[in-house]
């Protein structure tokens, strides 16, 4: 992992996972919640080499300009729910320690309007097959020049690949 990125667009896997391994070192848990939390949200190759937690939150310490959308910042909420299920003091501790890393990192959160991707034929397309945050990412990215860091190569990673986009898989960039 030794490759440095200027700027880079990240999409909601690795955002989640990154406020969780932050979180997770912010809060000093013990190593058995450490555990049950990750399993809930990482990869497997994050879980299986204790030394890929590190690689993963030093890469974004790296981004000079990272950036998302507003509908992956939407997101975080419904995957903090159903896979981190946090509630109380836990929920805000994770938010808390979120915000200050996500400031700390001047993440930029772009809006990319749905009605105005609606209005380009080959993102109308893109929204009816794939949805509005895979398609703003692809078109985030495409603006800025610059790659998109994610997990999803299903879709995401494929798609943008097809479209000449350049985008990395977490599993591969922090190797």
Same mark, same amino acid.
């Given at each position: 992992m030794?490759?440095?990125?200027? *700027?880079?667009?990240v999409?909601?896997?690795?955002?989640?996972?990154?406020?969780? $391994?932050h979180?997770?070192?912010? #809060?000093?848990?013990? #190593? /058995?919640?450490?555990?049950?939390? !990750?399993?809930?949200?990482? #990869? *497997?190759?994050? +879980?299986?080499?204790?030394?890929?937690?590190?690689?993963?939150? /030093?890469?974004?310490?790296s981004?000079?300009?990272?950036?998302?959308t507003?509908?992956?910042?939407?997101?975080?909420?419904? $995957?903090?729910?159903?896979?981190?299920?946090? /509630?109380? /003091?836990?929920?805000?501790?994770?938010? $808390?320690?979120? !915000?200050?890393?996500?400031?700390?990192r *001047?993440?930029?959160?772009? $809006?990319?309007?749905? !009605?105005?991707? &609606?209005?380009?034929?080959?993102?109308?397309?893109?929204? @009816?097959?794939?949805?509005? =945050?895979? =398609?703003?990412?692809?078109?985030?990215?495409?603006?800025?020049? @610059?790659?998109? +860091? =994610?997990?999803?190569?299903?879709?995401?990673?494929?798609?943008?690949?097809?479209?000449?986009?350049? @985008?990395?898989?977490?599993?591969?960039?922090? &190797?």
């Amino acid at each position: 992992m030794g490759e440095f990125l200027e *700027k880079a667009v990240v999409d909601t896997g690795p955002l989640i996972t990154v406020l969780t $391994l932050h979180f997770l070192n912010e #809060t000093q848990a013990d #190593t /058995n919640r450490r555990s049950t939390i !990750l399993r809930r949200v990482v #990869t *497997k190759e994050v +879980l299986e080499i204790p030394a890929y937690e590190e690689r993963y939150l /030093n890469l974004f310490k790296s981004v000079k300009s990272l950036m998302t959308t507003s509908h992956v910042i939407g997101e975080l909420q419904g $995957l903090q729910s159903s896979r981190l299920k946090f /509630n109380g /003091n836990d929920l805000r501790r994770f938010w $808390l320690s979120g !915000l200050e890393f996500m400031r700390g990192r *001047k993440l930029e959160e772009t $809006l990319v309007r749905l !009605l105005d991707m &609606a209005d380009r034929d080959y993102l109308r397309a893109g929204i @009816c097959r794939f949805g509005p =945050t895979d =398609t703003g990412l692809i078109e985030l990215a495409r603006k800025e020049g @610059c790659v998109i +860091l =994610t997990d999803d190569e299903r879709t995401l990673a494929t798609r943008a690949w097809e479209q000449g986009v350049d @985008c990395r898989l977490m599993k591969q960039v922090i &190797a």
